[in-house]
């Protein structure tokens, strides 16, 4: 397997427009994740899938941020207008489910730097 | 939710010290806790994780403790090398999923000849 693909690798925006962010999880995996990475806030959980179902997007800053998992292979985070703030590398990383007792190894992506101008 | 805190965040030794990284965490039912790393400008990776059932875990350079008692775990690098310059980070699975991770803010570590 290639591990989680992530894409685009960079992207540069202007402030007010669309940005979308798009993650291919390990085949197999059963839960996804986006984070955000900063410098002040180090890297923060914004939502995370389990069997493509939206299980907590508490993380998720504000209205202008949405994600979807249409199905087993695929997800974008969607950032609508896009705000100078929003300035981050985002990162995708997939699981298996699992046990509480047993843990798992989360696989990242190799991350989307965004810079909003 | 979980709370997680990291100690330092940030430091420096020479090329074959030893250097040591601490997490303390709130939540008692946590059971696994994993150590990763990330290099500069490149993705977070596991390097270590330790279950509740032991006390330590070691693979060649590096070792990981936990204490439940007192709720904290430590990464444990001995002879380090330039190559282990990188941000490491400790996790907590949050309450009711292992797969839930919350990240400590993260160590700098540099490892200077």
């Known amino acids: 397997d290639a591990g989680v693909i992530q894409s685009p690798r960079h992207e540069v925006t202007e402030m007010g427009q669309e940005v979308t962010l798009r993650c291919k999880p390990i085949s197999g995996h059963n839960s996804l994740f986006w984070y955000r990475q900063t410098m002040m806030r180090g890297l923060e959980l914004l939502i995370y899938?389990?069997?493509?179902?939206?299980?907590?997007d508490s993380g998720m800053p504000e209205d202008r941020f949405s994600a979807k998992m249409p199905n087993a292979s695929f997800s974008t985070l969607k950032i609508q207008p896009s705000e100078p703030r929003d300035s981050a590398v985002y990162f995708c990383a997939s699981t298996q489910l699992a046990t509480v007792e047993a843990g798992t190894e989360a696989f990242f992506g190799q991350g989307t730097r965004l810079t909003v101008v | 939710g979980e709370n997680v805190e990291q100690h330092p965040s940030t430091l420096s030794v020479q090329e074959g010290d030893s250097a040591v990284i601490k997490c303390t965490y709130s939540?008692?039912?946590?059971?696994?806790f994993p150590w990763y790393k990330q290099e500069l400008g490149k993705r977070p990776q596991l390097i270590i994780d330790?279950?509740?059932?032991?006390g330590e875990k070691k693979d060649q350079r590096i070792a990981v403790t936990l204490n439940k008692t007192a709720k904290h775990f430590s990464l444990h690098i001995t002879e380090t090398q330039p190559e282990d310059s990188a941000v490491y980070f400790c996790a907590v699975p949050r309450a009711g999923t292992a797969s839930k991770l919350t990240f400590g803010t993260g160590t700098r570590l540099q490892v200077t000849l």
């Open positions: 899938f389990n069997n493509n179902v939206p299980i907590d």
């Open positions: 330790i279950r509740s059932n032991v």
């Open positions: 939540d008692s039912a946590s059971n696994y």
